[in-house]
Antibody, heavy 125, light 110 residues
């Protein structure tokens, strides 16, 4: 059974960097069949796709966050991570990691079949 | 990329059918078969209910079905049950090679 679990600080000060890790069990992030993504949801609001990484290490980010986001892989730990720089209160949200099927030639996930439980990150001084 | 448009709320009685719409443009919903629907109960992670407009993942009830006409996709839930009460979100691939979500619809089972 595939499981994803987010971890990281729940409180980040404005202008600093938000860092989260997603630990995957029941599947390998080295699999060529999936993208690994981050999605966020501000409290009481809708979902926002942040970006994805593939086993090759290639990444693709939403243009609205691209200048501040880095997603990386740690295959030895079967984890992938999110870093978001220069955070503000607008970045306060529940952050989810998720798995998306990969189709040959695709660069963007089209749907997410497994999700982590989510991690609330609050940006505040 | 603007969010897809969904009604803020819909409601129905047990046993009835309801439909939730998701309206975009020819650059997203209307241009691709990559429309998905997610169910989210309070405090829980979203759950995939429909992918590629009308496909149900294994384990999802046959009462959930999806369709698309032009720039509008729809999720229909038949035989409404109390456990269906949740928020529902649509998403679509876009011509900018990104993924956009709808604002969400709160389903109330009366």
């Amino acid at each position: 059974q595939v499981q994803l679990q987010e971890s990281g600080p729940g409180l980040v000060k404005p202008s600093l960097t938000l860092s989260l890790t997603c630990t995957v069990s029941g599947d390998s992030i080295s699999s060529s069949s999936y993208f690994w993504s981050w999605i966020r949801q501000p409290t009481g609001k809708g979902l926002e796709w942040i970006g994805r990484i593939y086993t090759s290490g290639s990444t693709h980010y939403d243009p609205s966050l691209k200048s501040r986001v880095t997603i990386s892989l740690d295959t030895s730990k079967n984890q992938f991570s999110l870093k978001l720089t220069s955070v503000t209160a607008a970045d306060t949200a529940v952050y989810y990691c998720a798995r998306a099927p990969y189709f040959y030639g695709s660069g963007t996930p089209t749907h997410f079949d497994y999700w982590g439980q989510g991690a609330l990150v609050t940006v505040s001084s | 990329q603007s969010a897809l448009t969904q009604p803020a709320s819909v409601s129905g009685s047990p046993g009835q059918s309801i439909t939730i719409s998701c309206t975009g443009t020819s650059s997203d919903v209307g241009g691709y078969k990559y429309v998905s629907w997610y169910q989210q109960h309070p405090g829980k992670a979203p759950k995939l209910m429909i992918f590629e407009v009308s496909n149900r993942p294994s384990g999802v009830s046959y009462r959930f079905s999806g369709s698309k006409s032009g720039n509008t996709a729809s999720l229909t839930i038949s035989g409404l049950q109390a456990e269906d009460e949740a928020d529902y979100y649509c998403s679509s691939y876009t011509s900018s090679s990104t993924l956009v979500f709808g604002g969400g619809t709160k389903l109330t089972v009366l």
